[in-house]
DNA sequence: GGGACGATGTAGTGCCACTAAATGATCGTT
DNA sequence: AACGATCATTTAGTGGCACTACATCGTCCC
């Protein structure tokens, strides 16, 4: 007992006669007919009956027949399954971020997607070295990243779209002799103590770029990766540091100066797989992040 | 997109190897694979992914397997709609019966199954010529007929049970000379004018019978064929007739006197397709029948 | 009765789900 | 680091089954 049978009882119960079922379902009347007897031969009670020279459902059949309407009525609804889970504006997507992303992008995204029939944002925090940021996207819809601006791209096994383009400025605390200065070289600050992030994380090698623009190596005094605890090592009088210019919130104990000669950005991206975006819900959130961005860019950190 | 590949992606689902769904399913891995880039073919987002060396469903693939579960329920439910539909007890079974057997029969078989849980009888009287009997199993479930005892038996299209083997009593009126007597001859009544059924009914035999017997031709002054008709002309002296002893309510200007020398007996027998007796309700209807029959032997007609 | 209509049986064909065996990828182990 | 074990996939080949074409049989209608 098959689908195709089912369909065919059900097609002989409506249309009452084999013949009328073949046309029905573009086949001859003879493969209707061999079908109903396949049917037959696994049921106890006749289905059918002849009545005249057509063939007609018994009672046992028409019950058949209404469990057949079941029957594809939930195959239908299986077939639209996949439309539906596409199509549905209020899905959930998932979002990871590294964290200075995390606390720039989430709460205004969060307040843009607190609305019914808006998707239902799954924000999580994944700080991992450059080159993990593609696999997460096997757990995540989208998942932002940061690569320096001269950086290999991501591999094409991901689709990327960049959200930000955002300087990384040298942090000092207020007093510092450099803090005079509208903006700083290489030369200014080849000499300084850095704190800088761990091996694999992007802002090292920009450290490493200005050291050898002025002929130095880099005096890398400490190694950490989170920008808050950054800024405070910087206000504590660590040493320098290298901070994004617009996702992290100001210290009041430290003031950005601009770096010039060297190309100090990095890309903060959205990577997803390309067939995740075949769903709205991902799309929109895909969509107001770019906008979010924008807000990031025009209005610095909230 | 058919119901074993929705099965197979069900299955890896719940059990998250494509091996795995292969030994459920007791077929090679290979076949599920490919069932599985069957199903992917229709479908234009990624159903499942590579996880280390297994293969899980993605969202979008667990999505479409919960409706394979509904999908699957339905035709489960298909598979056991014909069981139910033969075990319902209560279901409704239709019951034909010629006139007298409707008015014997009928009112105990309706007070034996006004209760819920029961079969719920659909009754309806048909009074046709003898062979026409069978042919009404199309249309009724039982069939109640009549036929001599000598008689050719039904074909053996149809299932018989012999529910009752009645004598056919002459009656007349209580004034008539042959009134007095214990029983009747053939010698007795050979003259008598007779009311006789229709042709085709199997009353009008035993009546050639008869006057075969005194070696006579019957003297036929009517043809009636309803049983209290003919009581009622018989009371009105228009002759003499051949009338059931049980299943005929008796009249009071009237007395039957017992046949000797002839045999006088009609079989009620009920008629049914084999296959109706598939279902639980139709061999309940069977049983009260045969049960109905014994009281009103014993009890003469209500 | 004869012709039209409807259902079914038979022989043959093409497709498709499957198996077997080889390949590729990943994991755990020593 | 290398190996075997495990898992998935690919390929070629095979058997079964749904279908078509054609013939036959029963039924209805004029």
Do not use: C
């Not at 639209?80 to 199509?87: A, M, P």
């Not at 590294?98 to 995204?109: E, M, Q, R, Y």
């Not at 996702?247 to 950005?265: D, E, F, I, N, Y």
């Amino acid at each position: 007992m098959d689908e195709r049978q089912l369909r065919i009882l059900r097609e002989l119960g409506e249309l009452g006669s084999v013949t009328a079922v073949a046309e029905a379902l573009l086949v001859t009347p003879s493969a209707i007919s061999q079908q109903l007897r396949l049917l037959q031969r696994a049921i106890p009670v006749p289905l059918t009956e002849r009545q005249g020279r057509r063939l007609v459902l018994t009672d046992a059949g028409q019950a058949l027949a209404g469990a057949a309407v079941e029957v594809e009525t939930a195959l239908a609804r299986a077939r639209h399954t996949v439309e539906e889970f596409l199509g549905r504006p209020d899905a959930q997507v998932s979002v990871a971020a590294f964290h200075s992303a995390g606390s720039a992008f989430f709460p205004l995204l969060l307040r843009v997607l607190a609305a019914p029939g808006r998707p239902v944002p799954r924000l999580a925090d994944e700080d991992v070295p450059q080159e993990d940021f593609p696999r997460l996207t096997r757990e995540y819809d989208i998942v932002l990243g940061h690569r320096l601006d001269h950086a290999p791209p991501w591999p094409d096994t991901v689709a990327t779209t960049t959200l930000l383009r955002e300087p990384l400025d040298v942090a000092m605390p207020v007093d510092h002799p450099l803090a005079a200065k509208r903006r700083v070289t290489p030369r200014d600050v080849a000499d300084q103590r850095w704190i800088a992030a761990h091996d694999g994380f992007p802002v090292l090698a920009v450290i490493e770029a200005i050291a050898a623009a002025a002929g130095r190596r880099p005096h890398l005094a400490h190694r950490i990766n989170e920008f808050a605890v950054v800024a405070e090592a910087v206000a504590a009088g660590g040493g320098i540091a290298l901070i994004p210019r617009w996702t992290m919130r100001p210290h009041p104990a430290l003031v950005l100066k601009p770096l010039s000669g060297v190309r100090a950005r990095r890309h903060i991206d959205a990577l997803y797989r390309p067939e995740r975006t075949a769903r709205t819900a991902v799309r929109t959130v895909l969509t107001e992040l770019r906008h979010t961005a924008r807000v990031i860019q025009n209005a610095g950190p909230p």
